[in-house]
């Protein structure tokens, strides 16, 4: 059975550091193109960034381009989100997401109907 299991939210100041990672049980990790949502409250779940199976393509969201940066680590099955300069308007519970795609481009990544496995959220609250 497929699992994913965020963690590392947790309650900062803005303008601080945050990584999240996601530990995946999937046996076709290296093949699964992975993303990090992200859902406020009262907000529909948006795409955070994207990443690809071999990790060579990612994609970001623009108000977080330049501030966050996903990477996976294939041989240990896990994804992370580094989260630096921490904005208020980032909080959220962050979720992981795997896709049975090996790659999804900039039209498509940003849709949450091409992941197929979720985890179930981390929370992250940035205090200004």
């Known amino acids: 059975q497929v699992q994913l299991v965020e963690t590392g939210g947790e309650l900062v100041e803005a303008g601080d550091s945050l990584r999240l990672s996601c530990a995946a049980s999937?046996?076709?990790?290296?093949?699964?193109?992975m993303a990090w949502f992200r859902q406020a409250p009262g907000k529909e779940r948006e795409v955070v960034a994207h990443?690809?199976?071999?990790?060579?393509?990612?994609y970001y969201q623009l108000s977080v381009e330049g501030r966050f940066t996903i990477s996976r680590d294939n041989d240990k099955n896990t994804v992370y989100l580094q989260m630096n300069s921490l904005k208020p308007e980032d909080s959220a519970v962050y979720y992981c997401?795997?896709?049975?795609?090996?790659?999804?481009?900039?039209?498509?990544?940003?849709?949450?109907?091409?992941?197929?496995?979720w985890g179930q959220g981390t929370q992250v609250t940035v205090s200004s």
């Open positions: 997401a795997a896709s049975r795609y090996l790659y999804l481009d900039r039209e498509t990544a940003p849709d949450p109907h091409r992941y197929n496995y």
């Open positions: 999937i046996h076709t990790f290296s093949s699964n193109a």
């Open positions: 990443i690809s199976a071999g990790g060579s393509f990612t």
